[in-house]
């Protein structure tokens, strides 16, 4: 029982220290500043941004695709690995589930950030066309933050009754929400029972709706007739992709929390080991598809094709696409497979250099290929030949990552970010085990 | 907005009153409705009715006539009967630009999104370069139409793609899916976006800020039986336009049977490979009228 108490103490939420409430309020500015950025450009209109007829996406778009596949770390960590049983998973999946509810989130706000008429989209709904990939999106994005939602909720009922009686002298209003939220959880058999078999379900359906929502993103782009998009690798391509943006992203924050909030105890360096060693496979399997997609078609490459993949390799995208292919694949792999890199340290810059490559990633993706379109670019001013985000693009932007990051800090300030229940549940059975051995 | 709609369909109705079904003056009812509107306006002019009528109409009303604008929704009908098309002889450009600036001038552009552009072609290092007007190919297997959420952007029974910019969301999914790179999109507040004139996608005016624009064949040319504005403006007759039902297409000085004209030159579609099936022809660059000339900047605009 005194046990117990440690661990609630441990993991029970926490006020922000000073450390704490400079982040978020430095969230909060880059926020502030996205959101003036944005009201002009709904005064002035995309004319504010640097995309124009030929460069017609930019990083809105990059962001976006960013978003969706950060937000597929909730399939994969935490209903595969729980689907196969994998017992690792158990103080990593909370932060999991709160990346993947977050970036989905921000990428169904993204997405509008995009619209240049934004007053206009209820016409998705009255006007919907099913066979338009944005249509599938609409259908999609909803239904993965409903799911998203859903699998962080149930996990936490234990947590949030747990709480409740944990608050109740120290702060009424906390505790007062957290029974509130907890819907009367008491742990009776029946409820348990309920709770187990709906994790079940939610885990089994998020996995065919994330490939789905990664794969419908990839088929925004190779439903055009583009050089660098119009290619059947692009599922596949993305699903690996997403794989590895949303394991850099746990890395990065499960090495936060777990020094902010010292635990150490509870993430062991086991725990960072598998997971680390999950990242290599993703980024191994990642390798494997960008191999398919910029090395094998140099064989057949008609002239269009070969204009953009010298226009990466070596031409005025090389620097962002070696950037991304090195310090966002290769580097992190040569880190993490040796034991000595899936130490804390080492492990949080190469889940770090993850997420920054695969931000570039995403942009090498959709810029170089619209600037070499079949026609030539004539009859424009010169400026609309090439690509680079305006000031306002910046700072919405920047305000979309630092909104899923306040949204991230605020999830894990008010939410055990290791599951209580379960640990004790864990604990529990591992000390019996211990107790039987002769 | 609410003034806008109003005013279409003023015109709609007159427009019904004086053209639809034959009834026109021969129906009193329609007559009775014309003289009510008397007090309207001041100027009338006395107009000849197709059955020996003589009836007063107002100044106005003969203007909306003029302007005559289809709704958005009738625009996605088309033109009943026809099959518009478009053949471009490539031998006889010489980047005059004239069809550009008719264009623009009918369209109310800016010059930095004309919906005709005049691109310098070469197909080889061997090959000579030569100038390839390009504007909308009104594709029959239309990438931009799949795309559309909305169905902003549409295929009708003459052949015609238009957009909608009414219902426009300025995704820009249909620019990245076009080939052709054929459309432009209204970043910032177009300079006319003039609450005066009535929207039609059949005129593409005004344009909307946040919405995407394109060539449209000029529909509302074509329901007064003239040709579109950058064949009549072309100074060396370059794009025959018609119909490919009749057989027959015009550079407005010179009718020939379309399919004779394809055969005997050897027309040929931009990119067949990619199926998706311009009704813009084009005739090869032989037979030139004039060498070609290399203007160092092919830009205009600011």
């Given at each position: 029982m005194t046990n117990n108490h440690d661990l609630l103490k441990d993991l029970a939420p926490r006020k922000f220290g000073l450390r704490g409430k400079l982040w978020s309020g430095l969230l909060i500015l880059v926020t502030a500043a996205g959101v003036i950025a944005y009201i002009d450009q709904l005064i002035q209109g995309q004319v504010v941004t640097n995309m124009r007829d030929y460069a017609l996406w930019g990083i809105y778009i990059s962001n976006f695709v960013f978003f969706v596949a950060t937000s597929f770390v909730g399939s994969v960590t935490v209903a595969v690995l729980r689907l196969t049983r994998n017992k690792w998973r158990t103080p990593l999946v909370r932060i999991a589930e709160i990346i993947s509810l977050a970036s989905i989130i921000m990428a169904g706000i993204t997405i509008i950030l995009d619209?240049?008429?934004?007053?206009?989209?209820?016409n998705l709904f009255t006007?919907?066309?099913?066979?338009?990939p944005i249509t599938w999106d609409v259908i999609i994005i909803p239904t993965y933050i409903a799911l998203s939602f859903l699998l962080l909720y149930f996990p936490l009922l234990p947590d949030l009754a747990l709480l409740k009686k944990y608050f109740n002298t120290k702060n009424s209003f906390l505790s007062k929400w957290y029974g509130r939220l907890s819907l009367n959880w008491t742990g009776s058999k029946m409820q348990k029972a309920l709770q187990e078999k709906s994790i079940r379900i939610i885990a089994i359906l998020i996995i065919p709706v994330g490939i789905l929502l990664q794969t419908i993103d990839a088929w925004l782009f190779s439903t055009t007739y583009r050089i660098g998009w119009d290619?059947?690798?692009?599922g596949a391509y993305f699903i690996s992709g997403a794989f590895v943006a949303g394991l850099g992203a746990l890395i990065t924050v499960v090495c936060i929390v777990r020094k902010v909030r010292k635990l150490e105890k509870y993430i062991t360096l086991y725990h960072l080991d598998k997971l680390g060693k999950f990242l290599v496979l993703a980024c191994l399997t990642y390798l494997y598809f960008n191999i398919n997609e910029y090395?094998?078609?140099?064989?057949?490459?008609?002239v269009e094709e070969e204009t953009h993949l010298n226009e990466l390799v070596y031409g005025e995208y090389s620097f962002l696409f070696w950037f991304s292919q090195l310090v966002g694949l290769i580097l992190p792999i040569f880190i993490l497979i040796f034991k000595a890199g899936r130490k804390p340290g080492p492990m949080f810059i190469a889940g770090f250099m993850v997420v920054i490559g695969s931000w570039w990633k995403r942009y090498i993706i959709v810029t170089p290929t619209l600037l070499h379109?079949?026609?030539?670019?004539?009859?424009?001013?010169?400026?609309?030949?090439t690509y680079f985000p305006s000031l306002h693009e910046w700072l919405i932007t920047g305000a979309t990552l630092a909104m899923a990051l306040l949204i991230i800090t605020f999830l894990i300030r008010y939410l055990p970010a290791v599951p209580i229940q379960r640990t004790a549940e864990e604990m529990e059975l591992y000390r019996t085990e211990k107790e039987l051995e002769p | 907005m609410e003034n806008k709609t109003s005013k279409t369909d003023s015109r709609r109705d007159f427009l019904r009153k004086l053209t639809s079904g034959g009834a026109v003056a021969a129906s009193g009812m329609a007559l009775y409705s014309l003289t009510s509107c008397k007090n309207k306006s001041e100027d009338k002019a006395t107009l000849l009715t197709t059955d020996g009528k003589l009836v007063q109409v107002s100044d106005s009303e003969i203007q909306a006539l003029e302007e005559r604008s289809v709704s958005p929704a009738e625009a996605r009908q088309g033109i009943p009967g026809k099959k518009f098309v478009m053949v471009v002889d490539l031998g006889k450009c010489k980047n005059a630009k004239k069809c550009i600036e008719a264009c623009d001038k009918h369209h109310n552009l800016t010059p930095d999104r004309p919906y005709i552009k005049v691109l310098k072609m070469q197909d080889n290092e061997k090959s000579s370069p030569y100038w390839m007007p390009k504007k909308c190919f009104q594709c029959d297997n239309p990438p931009c139409v799949k795309v559309c959420p909305v169905g902003a952007t549409y295929k009708r029974t003459d052949g015609i793609v238009l957009i909608d910019n009414e219902r426009?969301?300025?995704?820009?999914f249909c620019m990245a899916a076009c080939p052709y790179s054929a459309r432009v999109f209204n970043w910032g507040t177009p300079p006319d976006e003039d609450a005066d004139i009535t929207y039609s996608p059949e005129t593409s005016v005004p344009s909307e800020v946040g919405t995407v624009g394109k060539c449209d064949f000029c529909p509302d040319m074509l329901r007064m039986n003239k040709l579109p504005h950058c064949v009549t403006s072309c100074p060396n007759g370059v794009i025959y336009f018609g119909d490919e039902i009749d057989d027959t297409v015009s550079n407005g000085e010179q009718t020939v049977r379309l399919s004779s004209l394809l055969k005997d030159k050897a027309g040929y579609r931009y990119m067949e490979e990619l199926g998706t099936e311009p009704r813009v022809y084009y005739l090869p660059p032989v037979d030139r009228l004039f060498p070609f000339e290399n203007d160092s900047d092919n830009f205009e605009g600011t």
């Amino acid at each position: 029982m005194t046990n117990n108490h440690d661990l609630l103490k441990d993991l029970a939420p926490r006020k922000f220290g000073l450390r704490g409430k400079l982040w978020s309020g430095l969230l909060i500015l880059v926020t502030a500043a996205g959101v003036i950025a944005y009201i002009d450009q709904l005064i002035q209109g995309q004319v504010v941004t640097n995309m124009r007829d030929y460069a017609l996406w930019g990083i809105y778009i990059s962001n976006f695709v960013f978003f969706v596949a950060t937000s597929f770390v909730g399939s994969v960590t935490v209903a595969v690995l729980r689907l196969t049983r994998n017992k690792w998973r158990t103080p990593l999946v909370r932060i999991a589930e709160i990346i993947s509810l977050a970036s989905i989130i921000m990428a169904g706000i993204t997405i509008i950030l995009d619209m240049a008429r934004p007053d206009r989209l209820l016409n998705l709904f009255t006007h919907a066309r099913l066979q338009s990939p944005i249509t599938w999106d609409v259908i999609i994005i909803p239904t993965y933050i409903a799911l998203s939602f859903l699998l962080l909720y149930f996990p936490l009922l234990p947590d949030l009754a747990l709480l409740k009686k944990y608050f109740n002298t120290k702060n009424s209003f906390l505790s007062k929400w957290y029974g509130r939220l907890s819907l009367n959880w008491t742990g009776s058999k029946m409820q348990k029972a309920l709770q187990e078999k709906s994790i079940r379900i939610i885990a089994i359906l998020i996995i065919p709706v994330g490939i789905l929502l990664q794969t419908i993103d990839a088929w925004l782009f190779s439903t055009t007739y583009r050089i660098g998009w119009d290619s059947t690798n692009m599922g596949a391509y993305f699903i690996s992709g997403a794989f590895v943006a949303g394991l850099g992203a746990l890395i990065t924050v499960v090495c936060i929390v777990r020094k902010v909030r010292k635990l150490e105890k509870y993430i062991t360096l086991y725990h960072l080991d598998k997971l680390g060693k999950f990242l290599v496979l993703a980024c191994l399997t990642y390798l494997y598809f960008n191999i398919n997609e910029y090395l094998i078609p140099i064989f057949t490459a008609t002239v269009e094709e070969e204009t953009h993949l010298n226009e990466l390799v070596y031409g005025e995208y090389s620097f962002l696409f070696w950037f991304s292919q090195l310090v966002g694949l290769i580097l992190p792999i040569f880190i993490l497979i040796f034991k000595a890199g899936r130490k804390p340290g080492p492990m949080f810059i190469a889940g770090f250099m993850v997420v920054i490559g695969s931000w570039w990633k995403r942009y090498i993706i959709v810029t170089p290929t619209l600037l070499h379109p079949f026609l030539p670019i004539e009859g424009v001013p010169e400026s609309w030949q090439t690509y680079f985000p305006s000031l306002h693009e910046w700072l919405i932007t920047g305000a979309t990552l630092a909104m899923a990051l306040l949204i991230i800090t605020f999830l894990i300030r008010y939410l055990p970010a290791v599951p209580i229940q379960r640990t004790a549940e864990e604990m529990e059975l591992y000390r019996t085990e211990k107790e039987l051995e002769p | 907005m609410e003034n806008k709609t109003s005013k279409t369909d003023s015109r709609r109705d007159f427009l019904r009153k004086l053209t639809s079904g034959g009834a026109v003056a021969a129906s009193g009812m329609a007559l009775y409705s014309l003289t009510s509107c008397k007090n309207k306006s001041e100027d009338k002019a006395t107009l000849l009715t197709t059955d020996g009528k003589l009836v007063q109409v107002s100044d106005s009303e003969i203007q909306a006539l003029e302007e005559r604008s289809v709704s958005p929704a009738e625009a996605r009908q088309g033109i009943p009967g026809k099959k518009f098309v478009m053949v471009v002889d490539l031998g006889k450009c010489k980047n005059a630009k004239k069809c550009i600036e008719a264009c623009d001038k009918h369209h109310n552009l800016t010059p930095d999104r004309p919906y005709i552009k005049v691109l310098k072609m070469q197909d080889n290092e061997k090959s000579s370069p030569y100038w390839m007007p390009k504007k909308c190919f009104q594709c029959d297997n239309p990438p931009c139409v799949k795309v559309c959420p909305v169905g902003a952007t549409y295929k009708r029974t003459d052949g015609i793609v238009l957009i909608d910019n009414e219902r426009c969301i300025g995704c820009r999914f249909c620019m990245a899916a076009c080939p052709y790179s054929a459309r432009v999109f209204n970043w910032g507040t177009p300079p006319d976006e003039d609450a005066d004139i009535t929207y039609s996608p059949e005129t593409s005016v005004p344009s909307e800020v946040g919405t995407v624009g394109k060539c449209d064949f000029c529909p509302d040319m074509l329901r007064m039986n003239k040709l579109p504005h950058c064949v009549t403006s072309c100074p060396n007759g370059v794009i025959y336009f018609g119909d490919e039902i009749d057989d027959t297409v015009s550079n407005g000085e010179q009718t020939v049977r379309l399919s004779s004209l394809l055969k005997d030159k050897a027309g040929y579609r931009y990119m067949e490979e990619l199926g998706t099936e311009p009704r813009v022809y084009y005739l090869p660059p032989v037979d030139r009228l004039f060498p070609f000339e290399n203007d160092s900047d092919n830009f205009e605009g600011t």
